[in-house]
């Protein structure tokens, strides 16, 4: 067995020293399952998530994991996960596109049924014509499960937040599985410079009795309304246990967000706080928009970043407090529907400021001059063509 | 060491009233699980029932130990993830026929061909109790359901040789008419290392008019008693299997109950274990050799 030493999860999260490598977004995916002490992994491959879960079979033949197993679809892998989790493991997956759309079967019940798993969502597109290209609507599936969903912007990303949310997932005040999500390929399949934690050092292992509700299943809601006949026959005890659970996950899912500041440096980034335009974005298409402001910068423009890594839960506040004067609200995003600027406008008084432009979908790269355009139209600059080099 | 109490089957049992309609099989089913239960000695703590849902599916409920109620055919994936996590708990899936043969049906090949090791009691009313009588895949032809007013059309699904063509490594029917053979065949297939799947006939009195306590009565016969002793012989078993259904179609045709299949082979764990020793897992080891060998490495 690799020998490696269990330290405090502040420690490894925080203060441990950190080594610079070049490596794809799966790498870095598998690099944090390799650090987070992880009982068991089951997956079902599809691309581009198989990468991913083959890096983390290797794990387990390296004895970094104690089981590995390959389910038969999905809604058997995300079951087996629940299973898993309730067993007592510390349980990681990965999926992508239709293959999340298939799990969200079992994986809409996992915040109910209280199972802190971690799941890669390496994004592709769902809908028709078929393709396995990045696109990121699936992530807009995941968004009403209850679930912590932080999205990744850079292989760092992938590291940081997949190996933080092993412990942030058990934190007995939170208990809910966490969805790391980034573009396939775009980042999975693309190398970046990644600070990791010495390979010799992984989190302590789960302490299943740490939890915050018993294990019996007939002694918790999920199954009570089902078990006795005043509960089941009785509609509005039936309602009423159902909104006080579905209350305490969505509560428990807020009370993640100071761990996220904690461990994930806060759920934005800002650039720029005082700018006149914000481009906001998520994932990917924050990297792009990193490049574009850093364009805006360099031509003189008030232009600013609001980068959310947090998409469940949302950074409500946050995001209303960064644009609170912004003159225009830029969301350039990878999928036809829009998700992240309908939640922006969702949450900030002046909404009719947001442009929930550039979209870019089927697995289109996202180049900086449709940023820059909606830049320059939003200052009101006039310009032919806009080519930068 | 403390000494443990005896348990009786009473004390397998939740403090929950069953829900179920008077007269309905399933009462039996959990009767024989508790006396199996207990007569096997093993603890309520060390046991983990796993269902879907369905009337069936309610039964981990009226019982003590720890259970997963999940979704609609999914008992089987998360009791091999319970299992897989804790290989030490005894993994019960308790679920009914439209449960496990109809919306569940594609996770029994792939747990009985791993040979996993939990136990399937599938409780087979031929119907859709919970949903209120509509017909279910193991429906005879011609029965009437909510949905199926003038019968069923379609063929049945023989869940006896399903499960033995996916290499289930124990294959048992039982009957919820018989308190006796059921229980006895629930033990010898929680005993059963490996994967091990019992339908059990548990008649709904409520929706089912054909298939009811009544018809079973007389026509259930032991096939271990009669003749069938070879039980790891995989052709004997699927000839008899194929008798399963006879009675659907001729009047004098049985119901085979009994063990129709039953061998030892490596677990899905064993074989886990058994690579895990080859290979000593090592940080230094290059997974290309797992490529390279599976090549030549018997399968
Ligand atoms: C995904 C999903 N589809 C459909 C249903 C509705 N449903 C509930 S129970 C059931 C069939 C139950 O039949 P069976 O498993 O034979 O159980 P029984 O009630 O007969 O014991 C169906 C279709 C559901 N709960 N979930
Ligand atoms: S409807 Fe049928 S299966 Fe359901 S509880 Fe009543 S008798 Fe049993
Ligand atoms: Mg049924």
Redesign the interface.
């Known amino acids: 067995?690799?020998?490696q030493k269990v330290v405090e999860t502040d420690y490894l999260l925080l203060e441990a020293p950190r080594e610079r490598k070049f490596i794809t977004g799966s790498q870095a995916m598998a690099e944090a399952v390799k650090r987070a002490n992880v009982?068991?992994a089951?997956a079902y491959p599809i691309t581009p998530q198989s990468e991913t879960m083959h890096l983390v079979?290797?794990l387990?033949?390296?004895?970094y994991l104690k089981?590995y197993?390959r389910?038969?679809?999905e809604?058997?892998?995300m079951?087996?996960?629940?299973?898993?989790?309730?067993?007592?493991?510390r349980?990681f997956t990965a999926t992508s596109g239709p293959g999340l759309l298939r799990g969200l079967?079992?994986i809409a019940?996992w915040p109910g049924?209280r199972i802190p798993a971690v799941l890669g969502v390496l994004t592709r597109v769902v809908n028709a014509p078929l393709s396995i290209q990045p696109d990121n609507v699936e992530i807009s599936y995941l968004m009403n499960c209850g679930m912590v969903v932080l999205h990744a912007e850079n292989q760092q990303d992938v590291f940081d937040f997949t190996l933080a949310s092993f412990a942030i997932s058990e934190m007995v005040d939170v208990y809910l599985p966490i969805a790391v999500c980034t573009e396939g390929f775009f980042v999975t399949h693309a190398k970046g410079y990644v600070n990791m934690t010495p390979e010799d050092m992984k989190l302590p292992p789960r302490d299943p009795y740490k939890a915050p509700v018993p294990?019996?299943?007939?002694e918790i809601p999920?199954?009570r309304i089902?078990?006795?006949?005043p509960v089941?026959k009785s509609n509005f005890m039936s309602y009423l246990i159902h909104q006080v659970w579905q209350q305490e996950v969505w509560s428990s899912n807020m009370r993640a967000m100071k761990y996220i500041y904690k461990y994930l440096n806060g759920p934005i980034e800002v650039i720029n706080p005082d700018a006149e335009v914000f481009v906001a974005a998520s994932g990917c298409a924050a990297a792009q928009a990193r490049e574009a402001v850093r364009y805006a910068q360099m031509e003189g423009l008030n232009v600013g970043l609001l980068k959310i890594k947090s998409i469940v839960p949302f950074p409500s506040k946050e995001v209303r407090e960064t644009l609170k004067n912004a003159k225009a609200i830029i969301v350039p995003e990878h999928n036809i529907v829009g998700w992240l600027a309908k939640e922006i406008k969702a949450n900030i008084p002046n909404s009719d400021n947001v442009i929930g432009r550039p979209r870019v979908y089927g697995g289109m790269t996202l180049p900086v001059e449709l940023i820059m355009d909606e830049i320059y139209a939003a200052l009101g600059i006039k310009k032919d063509k806009t080519v930068l080099v | 060491m403390e000494q443990m109490l005896e348990l009786q089957p009473a004390d397998y049992r939740s403090d929950i009233e069953p829900t179920w309609c008077p007269g309905c099989g399933d009462f039996g089913v959990i009767s024989a699980i508790t006396k199996a239960l207990s007569e096997l000695k093993i603890r309520p703590e060390n046991v983990v029932s796993v269902s879907g849902i369905g009337c069936s599916s309610r039964a981990p409920l009226f019982l003590k130990n720890y259970s997963m109620h999940v979704l609609h055919g999914r008992a089987i994936p998360t009791a091999i993830g319970v299992k897989l996590a804790n290989p030490n708990l005894t993994v019960l899936v308790e679920a009914g026929d439209g449960d496990l043969f109809s919306i569940g049906s594609g996770h029994n090949p792939h747990a009985a061909r791993r040979n996993i090791d939990i136990t399937v009691l599938c409780m087979d009313n031929q119907v859709y109790g919970l949903t209120k009588n509509q017909i279910s895949p193991t429906s005879r032809e011609g029965l009437y359901g909510s949905l199926t007013p003038f019968g069923s059309i379609d063929k049945p699904v023989n869940p006896i040789s399903y499960m033995l063509t996916f290499g289930a490594t124990f294959v048992a029917q039982t009957y919820a008419g018989n308190l006796k053979h059921m229980s006895d065949i629930i033990k010898q297939a929680i005993s059963h290392r490996g994967f091990s799947f019992v339908n059990i006939i548990s008649p709904c009195p409520t929706y089912n008019k054909v298939d009811t306590f009544k018809y079973y009565k007389d026509k259930t016969i032991d096939i271990n008693e009669n003749g069938h002793k070879e039980i790891d012989n995989l052709q004997k078993a699927l000839e008899l299997a194929m008798k399963d259904l006879e009675h659907y179609y001729s009047e004098s045709a049985k119901v085979p109950i009994g063990i129709f299949y039953k061998k030892e082979e490596p677990t899905y764990q064993d074989r886990v274990n058994e690579i895990k020793q080859r290979y000593k897992a090592s940080k230094d080891i290059n997974p290309q050799i797992f490529i390279d060998e599976c090549k030549v490495l018997p399968v």
């Open positions: 067995m690799p020998e009982d068991i089951i079979g290797d387990w033949a390296q004895g089981d197993y389910a038969e679809e809604y058997g892998a079951s087996a996960i629940a299973g898993a989790v309730r067993g007592g493991a349980a079967e079992a019940s049924h294990p019996t299943d007939c999920p199954a089902q078990r006795d006949a089941q």
